[in-house]
């Protein structure tokens, strides 16, 4: 702990999310939309050191550790060349003029993973200076600042899900009325139908980052001019709803059936959404007997797959070893679900 009894340290964590079925229905493009997802650690995690403001010395400071690197930003801008999303969640969230921040953001998530984790960590950052001003934001409020911060200051394409699921955590069921406003249903999961998921559930990273962004930009071309109704929409917010009435019943097996519509429906938005190592990893495992399988996120180049297998341990551990051995650049992120979304709270010299 810092000797200077007038630090504070601000603690803020999120989860990342799989298995998104619904996604791209949660767009301005979709008008209305339903989305399925699991929030996973490992989660995102933001640590600020706030101390009285020095002349002379820079505001924000920031450590962003996953890349080994150290920038100021002073003043926060998105048009920022280096982690903009950064720079324009300090710039939305104005901190108070007097003070002085030291922030570390780091998760276990590789970049580009398709898992939310830009998402998480705006969630997490958002959530950390909301405590630091007192504004005492809801988890649905902050991921809404958190979508505007991308949307509307860095000009992004993206939807609406990626927030609410880090910031609410758990299981749940997204209704998107009318963009951007939804409703979010969690699903209440016994506690041996978590467990069973949890050990049921494999994260394949490609090995490949992409931006979800471009990837939008692409669809977004095809579907713009075709409205709400558009059959290629409604099929993915049917692999929503069959999703959440399958985990409702404890039906694993409906789930990945769910699961494999979903991601035959994103390949008929665009057929480079579902790429050449999402489908050799789907090809092993559906050699494999494996329930289902879902390309995380946006899909396009990079990302992951989410796979659902079977009870047989022995069958997943000999799954995934010849996924591994299929190519160096697979491989497997151990994840479990994550109950708990946003967490926030301040460092006690007591404790």
């Known amino acids: 702990m810092p000797a200077d009894p007038r630090t504070r340290i601000i603690n803020s964590t999120a989860p990342v999310r799989v298995c998104d079925n619904g996604g791209w229905t949660d767009t301005w493009f979709a008008g209305h939309g339903k989305v399925f997802s699991i929030a996973v650690a490992p989660r995102v995690e933001v640590q600020m050191k706030v101390t009285p403001h020095e002349p002379g010395t ?12 150290r920038f100021v930003i002073d003043p926060p801008s998105p048009l920022a060349d280096k982690h903009p999303l950064l720079n324009a969640a300090f710039d939305y969230l104005k901190i108070p003029p007097d003070l002085s921040i030291e922030a570390t953001v780091y998760s276990e998530m590789p970049a580009g993973c398709s898992t939310g984790t830009s998402a998480a960590v705006s969630v997490a950052l958002t959530g950390a200076l909301d405590h630091l001003r007192g504004t005492r934001l809801t988890a649905h409020e902050v991921a809404l ?21 880090s910031a609410y955590g758990g299981v ?25 998921l ?4 494999v994260l394949i990273y490609v090995g490949e980052s992409h931006v979800s962004s471009d990837v939008h930009k692409l669809v977004i071309s095809e579907l713009e001019g075709s409205g709400p109704a558009n059959p290629k929409l409604q099929a993915l917010r049917v692999a929503a709803e069959r999703a959440k009435e399958a985990v409702l019943r404890g039906d694993l097996a409906e789930l990945g059936r769910s699961m494999i519509s979903n991601t035959y429906a994103q390949a008929n938005l665009h057929p480079d959404l579902v790429g050449v190592h999402h489908q050799r990893i789907i090809d092993i495992a559906r050699d494999h007997q494996v329930l289902g399988w879902k390309v995380n996120g946006a899909g396009g180049a990079g990302g992951s797959v989410t796979l659902l297998c079977r009870a047989d341990r022995t069958a997943r551990r000999t799954m995934i070893r010849q996924i591994q051995q299929s190519s160096p650049q697979y ?17 006690v010299e007591s404790l």
């Open 198 to 201: 949890e050990s049921r559930l």
């Open 172 to 196: 749940n069921f997204i209704e998107m009325h009318q963009y951007p406003h939804a409703s979010v249903s969690p699903l209440g999961l016994s506690t041996e139908l978590t467990w069973e």
């Open 331 to 347: 491989a497997v992120i151990p994840i479990r679900l994550s109950p708990a979304g946003l967490r926030r709270w301040e460092t």
């Open 145 to 165: 600042a958190a979508q505007r911060i991308e949307t509307e200051l860095l000009k992004q394409q993206c939807g609406i899900q990626d927030q609410l699921a």
């Open 58 to 69: 820079p505001r924000i400071s920031i450590h962003a550790e996953n890349y080994g690197q």
